[in-house]
């Protein structure tokens, strides 16, 4: 049975999803503080965390960097609504932004989609060049071990699974971003041209990280 993590500080709220995911056939732990969510990524396995942002010690954004979140999903419910707060939210590192108030049915519809898309064990090509270290956000390429956001490195295990194919900005968009609307952004240029700066020995001419104009972006090892 899938466990989950809930994050949420209103007690009515917080009760009412807890029993949702129950009846969905998760098993829930519900936690109602920054320091109580870090205690339970200590110590417990989860696929998925569900968290709000507004909670009693802090931004709920801050366990998006958790040192041992490694591959769980991260679905943020939050009445941040706005198109800006969505988008900072998954620049963060959440996989999917669910604005209050949501329904419990596409709550359930976005929480099985997570799970089918939650990442299997790291890839490594070429040896150890190009590995990916799930324990650290780390990647092993020539300039040496790099250090990843959380979703950097989402992006460079979903381009190394896809090593040598062009990918779609549209379809990164939709399976590394989360989006489930295709806005006019270059979050995906930006992103690019930073890890560029890490990951290749030359990132004005790189060899590795290239986008085939018109077309999308490729990785080739």
Known sequence: MSRLLLVEDEIALGDAIRLSLV??????????????????????????M?????LPDGEGTQLLRHPRRKGLMALILSSKSGVEQRVEGLRKGADDYL?????????????????RRRPSEPEKSGGSLWSLKEESLSIECETGEVVLTPLEFKFMKYMLERKGSIVSKDRLLRDVWGFSFLPKTRTIDYLITQLRKRIELDPEHPKHLLTVRGAGVKFEV
């Open 23 to 48: 009846k969905m056939g998760f098993e829930c732990d519900w936690v109602k503080t920054l320091k109580e969510a870090r205690e339970k990524l200590n110590h417990e396995s989860y696929v998925l």
């Open 50 to 54: 569900i968290l709000d942002r507004n």
């Open 99 to 115: 604005p209050k108030p949501f329904s419990f049915k596409e709550l359930e519809a976005r929480i099985h989609a997570l799970i």
